[in-house]
């Protein structure tokens, strides 16, 4: 069974442009959740999306969105990039069954913002 | 505002030895606690979890204790190995959210 993938792997912008990365669940995993990862602040809630619908966000400017579609994929868009967006940015599936703990991550996207 | 606090940043242990990994927690409405193991380049997967009914969990190596009154819960990895140097976090869920703590940097010397 494919895990959660996430494309691209690395990528380089400049401070005022947008990003778009793209997620793909494990398949039967309606849930996926993005987290942004920084050196000491831990894996940061940015929101999660559940049957095309986002059920949960986190504290995060509106500059961070994003969506899922009917085959559960996701992407997130980072607009008007500032260096500080520079992370991580994890992506996870998962069954959506309460209370298990059961977070598939993919390898992530690793955003350098210049 | 850090819903679960973690420590130490950064940990090193002599093979063989054991590790120690702190949380703590304030919301009383978590009701399930994850810890994720991390390797370079990789994301995080699920290393072992316990409920709040529980007051320890060991898997292998590897143990979770739970003190629900004080709100605190451990990793302790006994028998450390190289192989485990990593970064460990962990975790709170409460329904279908989940509130991670800072990471901790373990590395195993041989």
């Known amino acids: 069974k494919a895990g959660v993938t996430q494309t691209p792997r690395y990528l380089i912008k400049t401070r005022g442009q947008q990003v778009t990365l793209s997620c793909s669940p494990i398949?039967?995993?309606?849930?996926v959740s993005w987290y942004q990862q920084t050196p000491g602040q831990g894996l940061q809630f940015l929101f999660e999306?559940?049957?095309?619908?986002?059920?949960n966000k986190g504290n995060f400017p509106g500059r961070f969105s994003g969506r899922q579609f009917s085959n559960s994929r996701s992407e997130m868009n980072v607009s008007t990039l500032e260096l500080g967006d520079s992370a991580l940015y994890l992506c996870?599936?998962?069954?959506?069954?309460?209370?298990?703990?059961?977070?598939?991550f993919g390898e992530g996207s690793r955003l350098t913002v210049l | 505002q850090q819903q679960v606090k973690q420590s130490p940043q950064s940990l090193i242990v002599q093979k063989g030895g054991i590790s120690i990994i702190n949380c703590a927690y304030e919301?009383?409405?978590?009701?399930?606690f994850p810890w994720y193991q991390q390797f370079p380049g990789k994301g995080p997967a699920l290393l072992i979890a316990?409920?709040?009914?529980?007051s320890e969990k060991k898997e292998g190596r590897f143990t979770i204790s739970f003190n629900k009154s004080a709100k605190q819960f451990s990793l302790h990895i006994m028998d450390s190995q190289p192989g485990d140097s990593a970064t460990y976090f962990c975790?709170?869920?409460?329904?279908?959210?989940?509130?991670f703590g800072t990471g901790t940097s373990l590395t195993v010397i041989p």
């Open positions: 398949s039967g995993h309606r849930s």
């Open positions: 316990i409920r709040p009914d529980v």
């Open positions: 975790a709170a869920q409460t329904g279908n959210q989940f509130y």
């Open positions: 999306y559940f049957s095309e619908t986002q059920r």
């Open positions: 996870a599936s998962s069954l959506d069954r309460l209370n298990t703990g059961e977070l598939f």
């Open positions: 919301n009383t409405a978590f009701d399930y």
